[in-house]
C-alpha cells in the first residue's frame, strides 16, 4: 500500500518553455503532498507543500510564480516550473502520506533537463 | 533549524563485512527518526521510522538505533544488492509533516 505515482519519469524541455509533473497518490488520499528537488550527489531539499483545496506553502528562496503548484482533488498536485531555464534542471520528487502517523512515501522522481 | 549529518559520505564494503553508518540530528523536538534507501535515478523507499531513544527496528540484514543525538544503520553481512544511497530524515513535532533529510551515505558492497 501507500503507492506514490510520478509522472513523467524524464522530461527535455528547451528554455523559457514550461513543463508540468504530475504527482498522483494511488491507493490513498492525501490532503498535503510535499515536492522535494535533489542535485546531483545532494539531498533532497522541501521545495514547497502542497495542500488540497488551497495555496500550496513555499520554503525560502523558492520563487511561488516559478514553481506553480496546484493541489485540485485530493489524489493529484501538479508542479508547473515556468519559463524553464538550464540552472532548473534538477531531479524533482513528490511525497505523500495516507495519514499524519505514516510515514511519507515517495514517487520515483521526474528528471527535468532544460537546453 | 532542524539539521541532519550523514556520515561517511562514502563506503565500500566487501560482501559480508559489516559496518554501521550514523546519522546525527539536532532538532526541536523529534517526532520521528526516518531511513531511506535510493537506487540512483529512483525516489527514495521507505525503510525504518524510529521515535524515542532506545528505540530498535530490523529488517532483513538492516538495524536501526537511536539515541537523543544520533541514529545508527547497521548493515550485517551485506550483499551487493544493499548497494544504495541511505538516507536519514528527521520530522519535528511543530504541525508539519515535512522531513529534514541528510545528504545520504552512498554505501557499495564488492561481491
Known amino acids: 500500500g501507500a503507492v506514490v505515482s510520478q509522472h513523467p519519469s524524464w522530461v527535455i524541455c528547451k528554455s523559457g518553455t514550461s513543463v508540468k509533473i504530475e504527482c498522483r497518490s494511488l491507493?490513498?488520499?492525501?490532503?498535503?503532498m510535499f515536492w522535494y528537488r535533489q542535485f546531483p550527489k545532494q539531498s533532497l531539499m522541501l521545495m514547497a507543500t502542497s495542500n488540497e483545496g488551497s495555496k500550496a506553502t513555499y520554503e525560502q528562496g523558492v520563487e511561488k510564480d516559478k514553481f506553480l503548484i496546484n493541489h485540485a482533488s485530493l489524489t493529484l498536485s501538479t508542479l508547473t516550473v515556468t519559463s524553464a531555464h538550464p540552472e532548473d534542471s534538477s531531479f524533482y520528487i513528490c511525497?505523500?502520506?495516507?495519514?499524519?502517523?505514516?510515514?511519507?512515501?515517495f514517487g520515483n522522481g521526474t528528471r527535468l533537463t532544460v537546453t | 533549524e532542524d539539521q541532519v549529518t550523514q556520515s561517511p559520505e562514502a563506503l565500500r564494503l566487501q560482501e559480508g563485512e559489516s559496518s554501521s553508518l550514523n546519522c546525527s540530528y539536532t532538532v526541536s523536538g523529534l517526532r520521528g527518526l526516518f531511513w531511506y534507501r535510493q537506487d540512483p535515478g529512483k525516489g527514495p523507499e521507505f525503510l525504518f521510522t524510529?521515535?524515542?531513544a532506545g528505540e530498535e527496528k530490523e529488517k532483513e540484514r538492516l538495524k536501526a538505533t537511536l539515541t537523543k543525538k544520533e541514529s545508527f544503520l547497521h548493515i550485517t553481512a551485506p550483499k551487493p544488492e544493499d548497494s544504495a544511497t541511505y538516507l536519514c530524515a528527521v520530522q519535528a513535532w511543530d504541525g508539519n509533516e515535512k522531513l529534514t533529510f541528510g545528504t545520504g551515505t552512498r554505501l557499495t558492497i564488492i561481491p
Open positions: 511525497s505523500a502520506a495516507p495519514d499524519r502517523n505514516s510515514p511519507l512515501h
Open positions: 524510529l521515535y524515542s
Open positions: 491507493d490513498f488520499q492525501a490532503t498535503t
